[in-house]
């Protein structure tokens, strides 16, 4: 990797409400080669146990390809010709969260996924919009969309699944003043009715 000095660590908060007992929306947060750290979030479409096991899965792929050194790019890739490949009409979303532990940079590659918000001190900013899923097709128009962004001043990257994501997401996000990505989760999961498996992930960076 980059020899670069580890500057920063990451806080990463989850609050997940499911449908059915069984969440069909999968998270992880770990390091990849270093200076590099990951977090993924995964959202099974539909509920219940396929989509868990579904997005279970995936999560689990990611992780692996991801700690191995393999780039984004190409780990979504192997993930979108398994899916193609298995051809069961079942799709997983996909938020992958590349941190650069030395810059405090990240990449937010999407793919299907529900829009993210990055806030700093003044603004709330919307990221993404709703593109098919991995596993849908090939080609220029079946690729993750790509995001780079900055944690390095404080910032509070929030990933939601697609149960999570409201009308007034953006209002509560902007409205909050606290700066604990734990606190912010909770809000976002609080008021929502379970019509479908939520998860809101709160990541920030904090210098060493």
Same mark, same amino acid.
Do not use: H, Q
């Given at each position: 990797g980059s020899g670069g000095r580890i500057r920063y660590q990451v806080s990463v908060s989850v609050r997940s409400r499911g449908k059915h007992p069984i969440d069909g929306d999968r998270?992880?947060?770990?390091?990849?080669?270093?200076?590099?750290?990951?977090?993924?979030?995964?959202?099974?479409? /539909?509920?219940?146990?396929?989509?868990?096991?579904?997005?279970?899965? *995936? %999560?689990? !792929? =990611?992780?692996?390809? &991801?700690?191995? $050194?393999?780039?984004?790019?190409?780990?979504?890739?192997?993930?979108? /010709?398994?899916?193609?490949?298995?051809?069961?009409?079942?799709?997983? *979303? %996909?938020? !992958? =969260?590349?941190?650069? &532990?030395?810059? $405090?940079?990240?990449?937010?590659?999407?793919?299907?996924a529900a829009p993210s918000y990055l806030r700093d001190d003044e603004t709330v900013k919307k990221i993404g919009t709703a593109t098919p899923p991995p596993g849908v097709g090939v080609g220029g128009d079946h690729l993750p969309e790509r995001y780079a962004l900055s944690l390095k001043w404080g910032e509070m990257l929030v990933l939601v699944s697609d149960g999570a994501g409201r009308e007034d997401t953006e209002e509560l996000i902007a409205a909050f003043r606290g700066q604990s990505p734990r606190e912010l989760a909770a809000l976002l999961i609080a008021g929502v009715p379970a019509e479908d498996d939520m998860t809101a992930v709160c990541v920030s960076l904090h210098p060493r």
């Open positions: 998270c992880a947060a770990f390091p990849g080669p270093a200076p590099r750290f990951y977090v993924l979030l995964c959202d099974g479409m /539909g509920t219940g146990e396929g989509a868990s096991r579904l997005s279970a899965e *995936t %999560v689990r !792929l =990611l992780e692996r390809l &991801l700690r191995s $050194g393999l780039a984004p790019e190409a780990a979504l890739k192997i993930l979108n /010709g398994m899916e193609l490949l298995r051809g069961t009409g079942c799709f997983t *979303t %996909v938020d !992958l =969260l590349r941190i650069d &532990l030395c810059g $405090g940079d990240a990449t937010l590659y999407k793919w299907g």
